[in-house]
């Protein structure tokens, strides 16, 4: 039986209501795309976006930068034998290994070291949220996040939970560095202010009261060989949840070739104050963080910055490549609109109402 108004026989109607809403009247704007809109929009886009791009660029190749890809540095003392087969044959936990270089000009200006790994897929899905935000911020409960499995306690022991859980934590970035210049001896090397402002002072909190007090209870990750209070034994407020090393690391990567800060130059010292100087430099490596096992490879990174950040051409060429192309569209289009244009005057007055013919 079909549905009935108020019990009688006159069927009941689907059709909505007469509203300008429900029966699509309401007033609206749409563009009518003309060489005479289209055309100026190419034009403007192209001028605008390659003098932005070549600025991009320009303040990209200001930035001195050296780098150097130390996956296969031989090991301190041997001839041929390199750090990444003592470690991958697990016959020591660390291996150390020299390298010399030679900067060919001077680096003026604030000087940052880099580590660089490839074929490191932090991006992940599981591994992105492998972490406790709770224990991160200093709320410790011997319950960790369910987020940390694998990752959450040594052994699968409920007794044993770890801190920091997860497998970001567990996976740090372990090697360690010591620059030292043929001409002005050992190169003073900062720990700290590498991290984000926001992830120091919001981000990560240690709990309250004595650190090493308050992980009792707590084991480190399965694959540290140092205790998360003395991450660094020379600056106890750069220790727990809040080391900058370990903060760093946090922020993981969005593509799996990446370099992320490891150590500042201390600018205050003698010899150092405008930079860095050319000249002869040793860097002594303790190897410690495998990558053989994903194919991947380490680098070393020593670099200026510019206004706009580190070195990154490819934004300046995506807006000279962006802008040559839209300029090239518009003449393109230009050349074709006068060759063959019609009139198009009428095509302003045409609406829904205006009958076909």
Request: overall charge neutral.
């Amino acid at each position: 039986m079909p549905d009935t108004v108020d019990g009688g026989d006159i069927p009941k109607s689907k059709r909505p209501s007469d509203s300008a809403f429900k029966q699509q009247r309401l007033p609206a704007w749409q563009p009518v795309l003309t060489a005479g809109t289209v055309l100026p929009a190419f034009f403007v886009i192209g001028i605008a976006f390659i003098p932005v791009g070549v600025a991009l660029l320009y303040f990209s190749n200001a930035i001195t930068e050296f780098m150097y890809d130390y996956t296969n540095c031989v090991q301190y003392g041997s001839l041929n034998r390199t750090c990444s087969e003592v470690i991958s044959a697990k016959e020591a936990d660390d291996c150390e290994c020299v390298v010399n270089f030679t900067l060919e000009k001077d680096f003026i200006g604030k000087v940052y070291m880099y580590y660089g790994l490839t074929n490191y897929y932090q991006n992940h899905r599981r591994y992105v949220k492998s972490r406790d935000d709770d224990q991160l911020l200093g709320r410790l409960s011997m319950t960790p996040s369910s987020d940390c499995a694998p990752f959450a306690y040594v052994d699968d022991d409920p007794n044993r939970p770890v801190a920091p859980c997860g497998a970001i934590a567990n996976s740090l970035f372990s090697d360690t560095f010591e620059l030292s210049s043929e001409k002005y001896g050992l190169v003073p090397l900062l720990r700290t202010e590498i991290a984000w402002p926001s992830d120091r002072k919001i981000k990560f909190r240690n709990p309250e009261g004595d650190l090493q007090e308050a992980l009792k209870g707590f084991s480190r990750p399965r694959d540290w060989r140092t205790d998360l209070w003395n991450l660094d034994p020379h600056n106890a407020e750069n220790n727990g949840f809040q080391n900058e090393d370990l903060i760093v690391w946090m922020r993981t990567a969005a593509l799996p070739s990446f370099r992320k800060l490891h150590r500042r130059i201390d600018h205050n010292k003698k010899y150092f104050e405008n930079g860095l100087g050319k000249g002869n430099y040793t860097l002594k490596i303790n190897y410690s963080y495998s990558v053989s096992e994903f194919d991947g490879t380490k680098k070393i990174i020593l670099s200026t910055t510019s206004l706009l950040g580190g070195k990154n051409p490819f934004l300046g060429f995506a807006y000279i490549i962006v802008g040559s192309v839209c300029l090239l569209l518009g003449i393109v289009l230009l050349v074709i609109h006068i060759k063959c244009s019609k009139n198009t005057s009428g095509i302003n007055s045409v609406s829904q109402r205006t009958p076909y013919t």
